[in-house]
């Protein structure tokens, strides 16, 4: 009988510990079905978001980008938000804001940095055309057919 009464105590204990264990988390750029889309669409809002605003480009320029993504966060409210309920919805209530909070936003420096240094590069082009004080000067040679020194 003592048998019997420990092992179901056994039993009891180790689905007691087994519920109070956290849910698994989400690993961000893992494939997903329904949060991939999500993740996508937030990291998507942050990089153009922080396109349009001056003080996040500065801050994105200096590679400070979990900085930048903070001045215009609160405009991705909405995107951020659904990807927190539906993480809540498949590993349980609580854990989508911990997500974003943890994972996500350790990843989201690394999204950003890939999305946008292409575009804060300084690239040269080569060009035909001379520059733009030297167009201006040869083209008042041209009209007036003397330089300043025939003057």
């Given at each position: 009988?003592?048998?019997?009464?420990?092992?179901?105590?056994?039993?009891?204990?180790?689905?007691?510990?087994?519920e109070?264990?956290?849910?698994?988390?989400?690993?961000?750029?893992?494939?997903?079905?329904?949060?991939?889309?999500?993740?996508?669409a937030?990291?998507?809002?942050?990089?153009?978001?922080v396109?349009?605003?001056?003080?996040?480009?500065?801050?994105?320029?200096?590679?400070?980008?979990?900085?930048?993504a903070?001045?215009?966060?609160?405009?991705?409210?909405?995107?951020?938000?659904?990807?927190?309920?539906?993480?809540?919805?498949?590993?349980?209530?609580?854990?989508?804001?911990?997500?974003?909070?943890?994972?996500?936003?350790?990843?989201?420096?690394?999204?950003?940095?890939?999305?946008?240094?292409?575009?804060?590069?300084?690239?040269?082009?080569?060009?035909?055309?001379?520059?733009?004080?030297?167009?201006?000067?040869?083209?008042?040679?041209?009209?007036?057919?003397?330089?300043?020194?025939?003057?």
């Amino acid at each position: 009988m003592k048998a019997v009464l420990l092992c179901g105590l056994a039993v009891a204990l180790v689905s007691h510990a087994a519920e109070a264990r956290p849910a698994r988390q989400h690993v961000p750029g893992t494939a997903h079905a329904v949060l991939t889309p999500l993740e996508e669409a937030a990291t998507a809002c942050f990089a153009e978001t922080v396109m349009s605003n001056p003080k996040a480009m500065r801050l994105a320029r200096d590679a400070r980008w979990y900085e930048a993504a903070g001045v215009i966060g609160f405009l991705c409210r909405p995107e951020v938000q659904r990807m927190a309920v539906a993480h809540d919805q498949i590993y349980g209530r609580g854990t989508g804001e911990r997500y974003f909070k943890g994972a996500y936003a350790r990843h989201l420096d690394k999204q950003l940095a890939a999305r946008l240094q292409p575009l804060l590069e300084t690239k040269s082009v080569a060009s035909a055309e001379p520059p733009a004080e030297k167009a201006a000067l040869t083209d008042d040679v041209i009209e007036t057919g003397s330089t300043s020194e025939n003057h």
